[in-house]
């Protein structure tokens, strides 16, 4: 593992992602006490779409509350979704992919098939019709959406690895030893497809924060008046001539958070296609 956190740091766009990504970490859990309360709405007569200044950095929407306070409380809640739902969806996809590419037969082929099924449909398809049931939807059910419905493209990327990794000598003499099902599932393959796991998970945080902010902008996510980057562009969109900060601010926040983890996850795919050369 220190070999990895160094090799990814020699990496020059690992190095930037990571400083990105520990930089808005420190924001989010730092800053908070410091700033005003990202829902209060201290003065609606004169107080409304401030410009950027000594007194609000970033200045005030459009019902005068300061966007830096809801920019770094968003980061809270777009950072929460994407590793919550991102853990639920890696842990689901490496043990549906560590089973079927160990067992195989009759149960490698049916869950597959089964996930062969699920990638058939388009997720925001299903997300759309899973949230749209429920007229506010709790941030915990949305986490829960978005992580059971991501899992499909890991499980046959583990799979693939299991399969490769089934064939080589450290596995099959643990199985010539006696070594059980679960041993060897989780003592010899589990940690050989960590590489390419890690990987995966980066990318996929980018991917949820780009899901979990269009769902927001369109009234299905995160839902007022908890900000969110997506509901704050979507609050924003009437006042991009005349007040423009109000949507640089949360699109520019979402623009470097999945710049930084895809830069980490490109930087450790390079490292796992070093390592298996």
Do not use: C
Request: glycine content about 12%.
């Amino acid at each position: 593992m220190t070999l990895e956190w160094r090799g990814l740091w020699a990496d020059r766009g690992g190095r930037l992602g990571l400083l990105l990504l520990a930089l808005l970490l420190a924001g989010a859990l730092l800053l908070p006490p410091l700033l005003p309360d990202p829902r209060a709405m201290p003065d609606l007569a004169g107080g409304t779409l401030l410009p950027p200044g000594t007194r609000h950095l970033l200045g005030t929407d459009h019902l005068g509350r300061d966007i830096l306070a809801r920019l770094i409380f968003g980061a809270r809640v777009s950072l929460g979704v994407a590793i919550g739902a991102v853990t639920l969806s890696i842990t689901l996809g490496a043990l549906v992919g560590l089973v079927a590419g160990y067992l195989g037969g009759a149960v490698d082929a049916l869950l597959m098939r089964l996930v062969d099924a699920a990638l058939a449909i388009p997720r925001l398809f299903l997300l759309l019709l899973i949230v749209a049931i429920m007229p506010r939807i709790p941030l915990w059910v949305l986490i829960l959406t978005i992580g059971t419905t991501g899992w499909f493209g890991t499980s046959r990327l583990v799979r693939a690895e299991v399969l490769r990794l089934s064939t080589m000598d450290f596995v099959r003499g643990a199985e010539a030893l006696g070594a059980g099902h679960r041993v060897v599932l989780f003592r010899h393959l589990l940690p050989n497809v960590i590489g390419p796991l890690a990987a995966a998970t980066t990318l996929a945080v980018g991917d949820v924060i780009l899901l979990e902010a269009g769902l927001s902008f369109l009234g299905l996510g995160v839902q007022p008046p908890t900000p969110s980057w997506g509901s704050m562009i979507f609050d924003a969109k009437s006042y991009l001539i005349t007040a423009p900060w109000t949507g640089i601010a949360p699109g520019l926040a979402i623009l470097l958070t999945v710049l930084a983890v895809n830069l980490i996850g490109e930087a450790l795919t390079s490292m796992n296609q070093v390592g298996s050369v």
